[in-house]
């Protein structure tokens, strides 16, 4: 292996740790914690581990989380209702409606729930309006995964201006703000999805390349520039074993992980890149540990911003 491994856990608590006092700083001007509200709709068992995940660290870092469930038999309109109350909630700055719902909810429930969430409080940046601010660069709340990717890359000291990025994924969470916020630091950027022909002639123009598939190992050693920087966004339990065989050698440790527990999380990159990459992000402690940190300064972002509007609003 010669790539650089770019370490997202480090990241991730630098991140959290700068947090803390401008909670604290927040929470003394204002008399509470900066609050979000979290909706978790149903019991998907991989919704409640992430969900867990961002109540603790929320805690950690001096946040204020409420979790409001709502059972899986649960309409559409209940769901609007309690957004709507989160809404006109003074203590809760922020509001996560955990993805997915329950498919009984309909196809455009997601579109129709995160356009309900006050385009203030939207700590996942996914209204229409933090959408427009971001494509005019000016944008306060970003999504998670891609602000978590630039904050990672900045701190790795990754050079962005005047590089060519080429992120393959074109969805609304992941692909295109990625591509976006690379633009705005003055990268070229293309964007690739599953029409783009002869993907690997492009991706390897790549000097920085970001992969939010949702296909394990996808991204090979033919799709890698040498040297290029390779951020892996896909996260995928695995457990099938022909999957792993075509990714990891047995008796690796990662092969043992997977004979352990009988599942993989694995990203969209083969390990195999990491002989041509110059730095690569792992999957796990890549890029996920920096989309919750992000998560928990939206929702800081969130608070300081309507405590800084209700302010001048009290001007006389
Ligand atoms: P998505 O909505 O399913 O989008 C996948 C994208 O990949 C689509 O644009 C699709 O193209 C493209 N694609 C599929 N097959 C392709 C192929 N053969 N060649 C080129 N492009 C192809 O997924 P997503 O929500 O963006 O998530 C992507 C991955 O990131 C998933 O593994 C997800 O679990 C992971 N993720 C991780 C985090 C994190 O915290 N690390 C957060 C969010 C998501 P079309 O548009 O043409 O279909």
């Not at 601010?133 to 990754?158: D, F, M, W, Y």
Request: contains cysteine.
């Amino acid at each position: 292996m010669s790539a650089r491994l770019l370490d997202g856990v480090a990241a991730a608590d630098a991140i959290r740790a700068e947090l803390v006092p401008r909670a604290r700083a927040f929470a003394d001007a204002a008399g509470r914690r900066p609050g979000l509200g979290i909706i978790l709709v149903g019991e998907n068992p991989s919704s409640e581990i992430y969900v867990r995940g961002k109540l603790k660290s929320a805690d950690a870092a001096g946040l204020r989380a409420d979790l409001e469930r709502l059972p899986a038999t649960a309409s559409l309109a209940d769901l609007l209702a309690l957004v709507e109350r989160l809404n006109r909630s003074e203590v809760h700055d922020a509001i996560l409606v955990q993805s997915p719902l329950p498919a009984a909810m309909g196809g455009d429930a997601e579109r129709r729930v995160f356009d309900a969430v006050l385009p203030e409080k939207d700590v996942d940046g996914f209204h229409p309006v933090n959408v427009g601010k971001l494509v005019q660069n000016r944008a306060e709340l970003v999504a998670c995964t891609p602000s978590g990717v630039i904050a990672l890359l900045e701190r790795e000291h990754i050079p962005i201006a005047g590089r060519r990025a080429v992120v393959v994924g074109r969805s609304d969470i992941v692909g295109k703000p990625m591509a976006l916020l690379l633009l705005h630091r003055h990268a070229t950027v293309t964007i690739c999805h599953s029409r783009t022909a002869d993907l690997p002639a492009v991706t390897r123009e790549a000097d920085v390349l970001v992969a939010a598939i949702g296909r394990p190992g996808f991204i090979t050693r033919e799709h890698v520039k040498p040297g290029a920087t390779v951020v892996d966004v896909g996260i995928t339990s695995i457990a099938d074993r022909e999957t792993i065989a075509r990714m990891y050698a047995p008796g690796s440790p990662r092969w043992q992980t997977f004979e352990k527990r009988g599942s993989l999380v694995v990203g969209d990159v083969h390990p195999e890149v990491a002989d041509v990459a110059g730095a690569l992000t792992p999957v796990p402690g890549g890029v996920g540990p920096l989309t919750i940190a992000m998560l928990l300064r939206n929702t800081l972002i969130a608070a300081e911003t309507r405590a800084a509007r209700a302010g001048d609003h009290s001007r006389p």
